[in-house]
Nanobody, 127 residues
Framework: QVQLVESGGGLVQAGGSLRLSCAAS????????MGWFRQAPGRERDVVAT????????YYADSVKGRTTISRDNAKNTVYLEMNKLKPEDTAVYYC????????????????????WGQGTQVTVSS
């Protein structure tokens, strides 16, 4: 089992910034592909950004590209999501996800490719 604990969500004004963190349990964090997804009320869970095992490959949804950075620190078993120029449409519950024993050959961008999920952290952007 892998436990994922997100933190860093909250209420922010449009144009502001947030950094989300996700701490993972387990000894082999560098074997995990990691991703951030979000789900707004009444909508499906969508990918925000993903990162390969050692950070060589990243993927960003078009809606956040250019104002979002995903990164990871394998020594701290943590993945980060830094979001800038936040918009009201970024309001959602943000989930961290892990794909264990990943080959590292490509980025993983669909929810079904991930094995473990955090509980989520609410991000609310006011206009």
């Amino acid at each position: 089992q892998v436990q994922l604990v997100e933190s860093g969500g909250g209420l922010v004004q449009a144009g502001g910034s947030l950094r989300l963190s996700c701490a993972a349990s387990g000894r082999t964090f560098s074997d995990y592909a990691m991703g951030w997804f979000r789900q707004a009320p009444g909508r499906e869970r969508d990918v925000v950004a993903t990162i390969s095992r050692y950070g060589a490959m990243t993927y960003y949804a078009d809606s956040v590209k250019g104002r979002t950075t995903i990164s990871r620190d394998n020594a701290k078993n943590t993945v980060y999501l830094e979001m800038n120029k936040l918009k009201p449409e970024d309001t959602a519950v943000y989930y961290c996800a892990a794909r264990t024993n990943d080959s590292g050959r490509r980025v993983r961008i669909t929810p079904g490719e991930y094995d473990f999920w955090g509980q989520g952290t609410q991000v609310t952007v006011s206009s």
